[in-house]
């Protein structure tokens, strides 16, 4: 059975650094693009970033580029994050879905989905 595990979230002031991880486990994973989702309480899910399947095109949200950088370590993807500000306050998911950044963003169903972590930044 694959499993998204999302690590790295926490609590950091404006204008800091955090860094979110999104393993993968279980052999059935194969060659899919992956991404990343926040939540803030009382608004919808919003795309952050997502990274096809070999690593080689990224694609941004809005409230990501400049700021986030996406990559991939095989199934293991990371979601850098600076500059941050209390509006990236969220629950962070991790995603999994099709295999370029087309089919991930294209699609509302996703294949996998992690359980969330949680980042907060004040002021």
């Known amino acids: 059975q694959v499993q998204l595990v999302e690590s790295g979230g926490g609590s950091v002031q404006a204008g800091g650094s955090l860094t979110l991880s999104c393993a993968v486990s279980?052999?059935?994973?194969?060659?899919?693009?992956m991404g990343w989702f926040r939540q803030a309480p009382g608004k919808e899910r919003e795309f952050v970033a997502a990274?096809?399947?070999?690593?080689?095109t990224t694609y941004y949200g809005d409230s990501a580029k400049g700021r986030f950088t996406i990559s991939r370590d095989n199934a293991k993807n990371t979601l850098q994050m600076n500059n941050l500000k209390p509006g990236d306050t969220a629950v962070y998911y991790c995603?999994?879905?099709?295999?370029?950044?087309?089919?991930?963003?294209?699609?509302?169903?996703?294949?996998?989905w992690g359980r969330g972590t949680q980042v907060t930044v004040s002021s």
């Open positions: 995603a999994a879905h099709g295999m370029s950044t087309t089919d991930f963003v294209g699609s509302v169903q996703k294949d996998y």
């Open positions: 990274i096809n399947w070999s690593g080689t």
């Open positions: 279980g052999p059935a994973f194969g060659s899919r693009a």
